[in-house]
């Protein structure tokens, strides 16, 4: 069907991407389009077919999955890059957060929740699973010593203390409905938070709040 996500998988192990993508080409609403077993071939792959969605393994060889996704970055910047690996590590994770993607999944998930994970990429949501939100977390601290909770102002943030609350729950790795629960706000309500938050940093989502947060000693 013409709205379903169109999706490629790459992993270098051909029984892996092979089980992955049919399974989730039974899923009501994806399509998987291709399938690639290296970065070159993922970049090749996805410059001829545009999908929606491409779920990436990390290491591989020719071009490893962080650098197919910075080119994947510049040449299909529409396309969603979803990180699906059985490593979390934290460099790998804090590479691909700089790198821009949509998400940092591990394999050990099953097909609904997998596919659940490529239309909430579609729509723009960024994804990290808990064991890689953790590691983000610990990498994006600061080393230096500083006030725990420093005040928006003094970072020139044009943010009500609320939504720097918000932004720094959105920085590791938390969903709205988690930051939802730990401030005791409705989804709803959060998920205007961030929108404003994005819209008056300039930022286009939630993987370069992220950033942002980090970059401004907000954790």
């Known amino acids: 069907m013409s709205d379903d996500v169109r ?4 992993d270098d192990q051909q029984l892996i991407r092979e089980s992955i993508a049919a399974l989730l080409d039974i899923q009501p609403g994806i399509c998987v389009v291709g399938t690639a ?4 071939a993922a970049v090749d792959l996805a410059v001829t077919e545009d999908p929606d969605v ?4 990390v290491r591989m060889p020719v071009l490893d999955g962080i650098e197919a996704l910075g080119v ?4 299909n910047p529409r396309t969603r890059v979803v990180m699906l ?4 590590d934290e460099e790998y994770v804090v590479r691909a957060l700089k790198a821009g993607a949509s ?3 591990l394999k050990d998930r099953p097909a609904v929740e997998l596919a659940a994970a490529v239309r909430l990429a579609h729509s ?12 983000l977390a610990s990498a994006l601290k600061p080393e230096r010593q500083g006030p725990e909770r420093p005040p928006a102002q003094g970072f020139g943030l044009d943010l009500t203390d609320r939504e720097v609350d918000v932004l720094r729950l959105v920085a590791t790795g938390s969903t709205n409905r988690e930051i939802a629960g730990r401030l005791h706000l409705s989804e709803g309500t959060v998920k205007n938070h961030v929108s404003r938050i994005l819209g008056r940093l300039g930022l286009r989502d939630r993987t370069q709040a992220a950033v942002y947060a980090r ?3 907000l954790l």
């Open 72 to 75: 994947l970055r510049q040449r």
């Open 215 to 217: 970059d401004h000693g």
């Open 85 to 88: 690996t059985t490593f979390d």
């Open 37 to 40: 077993g290296d970065g070159r």
């Open 124 to 135: 723009g949501v960024v994804q990290f699973d808990p064991a890689a939100a953790a590691r």
């Open 54 to 57: 491409v779920l990436m393994d």
């Open 103 to 105: 998400g940092y999944l």
């Open 7 to 10: 999706v490629i998988v790459v």
